[in-house]
């Protein structure tokens, strides 16, 4: 298996700028995660989907930020307008049931910065 | 709410020592607990998990940690150190829903 694929790894944009991370999950799996790292909070969840269906989005930071999940194969999280303390990793990851003892297998991340 | 303290932001070993990084958890049921590595410009890949299927688990890369209950810890080990241990290592917990907190991280230092 390929594993979590995101897209871009590398984003840079201008502030006011629309941006778009996009995150293909390991196939068979039916949840999907969000995450944001930074250094001064560290890794945290943004959004959690379960077969396609956003369950928990509390993690948010506002509603500049949105998440979509049109299939099991593929979602999106969009930031618009992007600002420069948007700037961090975003990781996506998915696993196969979301709860308990379930392992989360997470994509090599996309690097977001914001001028 | 549950949550997981990693004590120590930079932990620095030589080559060959032991390695111990640690992680104590707060909550009130039985928790999953997790440690993941991070190697630099790269995403999380688990070490090892707790289940309570066994108390002393065992992972890649020869690492194991020991759930203790009384303490309230899952302190991640590995008797020899390697230099391509050096990373970010992350304490996670979970109760049993969808909500995963991650610890603030430790970073591991090998020197030659």
């Known amino acids: 298996d390929a594993g979590v694929i995101q897209s871009p790894r590398h984003e840079v944009t201008e502030m006011g700028q629309e941006v778009t991370l996009r995150c293909k999950p390991i196939?068979?799996?039916?949840?999907l995660f969000w995450y944001r790292q930074t250094m001064m909070r560290g890794l945290e969840l943004l959004i959690y989907?379960?077969?396609?269906?956003?369950?928990?989005d509390s993690g948010m930071p506002e509603d500049r930020f949105s998440a979509k999940m049109p299939n099991a194969s593929f979602s999106t999280l969009k930031i618009q307008p992007s600002e420069p303390r948007d700037s961090a990793v975003y990781f996506c990851?998915?696993?196969?049931?979301?709860?308990?003892?379930?392992?989360?297998?997470f994509g090599p991340g996309t690097r977001l910065t914001v001028l | 709410a549950q949550s997981v303290t990693q004590l120590g932001s930079h932990v620095s070993v030589s080559e060959g020592a032991l390695v111990l990084l640690r992680c104590n958890y707060s909550?009130?049921?039985?928790?999953?607990l997790f440690w993941y590595v991070q190697y630099p410009n790269q995403g999380l890949q688990l070490l090892l998990k707790?289940?309570?299927?066994?108390?002393l688990v065992k992972g890649i890369n020869g690492f194991e940690a020991e759930f203790k209950k009384s303490e309230t810890s899952f302190h991640l080990t590995k008797p020899s150190a390697h230099m391509s241990d050096a990373a970010e290592y992350f304490c996670?917990?979970?109760?049993?829903?969808?909500?995963?907190?991650f610890g603030a991280g430790t970073r591991l230092t090998v020197k030659p």
């Open positions: 707790y289940t309570s299927a066994a108390t």
């Open positions: 990851a998915s696993s196969s049931s979301g709860v308990g003892a379930d392992t989360q297998y």
């Open positions: 996670a917990v979970r109760l049993n829903n969808n909500d995963m907190r």
């Open positions: 196939s068979g799996h039916n949840s």
């Open positions: 909550s009130s049921v039985p928790p999953y």
């Open positions: 989907f379960n077969n396609n269906v956003p369950i928990d």
